[in-house]
């Protein structure tokens, strides 16, 4: 290898970032503490591909949206023999490619489905702490359901997620709530906006003008601080809404009153997808800046649709994983690194089988032992069984194995005496090693 050219390092692309330990740790944590609930609630796990045909999400997220116009990274695959390329992109977003599978495999056929996934979403943003262009979303659809039941089934299991997380509501965060009504509604609303925003087309910015006609609820989206005022005296969807809707409305939230979940209604809460009707909501924070949304869904009645399938209700939630993460470091509810129970000192290589026979049975009894590597000195092997955090030492000297014993050493304050124990009983005295 000596005469290979030498190259410059290669690095992670922008906005992309690896998950190293310990904070993969923490990572594996989180997931798994919200896989119980989710599974309390009777969701199930779904996983589909990352890459998806283009047209799914132009179609199923909007044309006039951040994410289509200006966030996927989108491109053509290379020609098949016929000269034809497939238009290809990779998930900004997991309901539809969610839709797409349920309606492939006919799975809304018989009955609903309540589901939820774990994965890395792609959107070309500015990258910055809680914004990435690689990031994870835990996220839950409830397919060919028609609510309110479950709009408050999938808020109520975001509240105690987050409640279970060790989150306060009020200290860390809020949950706001808005209801959009149904297509002729907003159709009605959106002329009253129209008209609104034409009288003060002048302050409106560039996405904001281009937006007037094509999607004018979003232009009430914006964060631009000198639009706020002109935003929050616009006609408000909740005004233009029928009995129908109100009735949904005040279906879910005599369910969350009931069940002691607070929030805040936001009139001018509409979310970034095109998809949305009826309820919305998000759960925002004031701890992570202008990144502040760490959860949010709405009910989307009409996608399954939209993407060539049999009309059926749905509702569902997407919330990011890294913001999660930043807000619960914030608030310092993070639980500490898992550490070994017991580390392997290996002073010499004779014996070794012996020594790895040991530690496998360990293993079959619930311990978990890191085993020293190439053995070595003494002092050094004790220098790494204290920086792994492990509890106790093992110590297979070879007087010890001559014995058909091996030395059991605490490592941490409270842990008494150094004692022996047979290697041929492991199954009787692993469990003073076991953390739990
Ligand atoms: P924002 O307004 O912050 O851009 P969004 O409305 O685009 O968020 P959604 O599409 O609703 O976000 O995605 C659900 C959740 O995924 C968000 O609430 C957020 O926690 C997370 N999320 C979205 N985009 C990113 C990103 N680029 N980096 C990290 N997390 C993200
Ligand atoms: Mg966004």
Redesign the pocket.
Known sequence: MTDVKKLPPLQAVKGMNDILPPESARWEWLEGLMRGVLQRYGYQNVRTPIVEPTALFVRGIGEVTDIVEKEMYAFEDRADKNGQAEHLALRP?MTAGVVRAMMEHSFLRDSGRRLYYFGPMF?R?KPQK???RQ?H?MGVEALGFSGPDVDAEVILMGSRLLRELGLVQGDHFELELNCLGQPDERRAHREALIQYLQQHEDLLDEDGKRRLHSNPLRVLDTKNPALQDMANNAPRLLDFLGEASLAHFNGVRAILDAAGVSYRINPRLV???DYYNLTVFEWVTTRLGS?G????GGRYDYLIEQLGGKPSPAVGF???M??MLLLLEEVGTLPASPVPDAYAIIPSADGLPQVMVALEALRAAGVSVVMHPGQGGMKSQFKKADGSGARFALIFGQDELARGEVSVKPLRAEGGEQVTRSLYQIADWAGELRTA
């Open positions: 977003e959107r943003e809680g914004r990435y990031f979303q979310r970034g997808l990144q949304t760490i959860c949010g997407g919330m990011g890294e913001r």
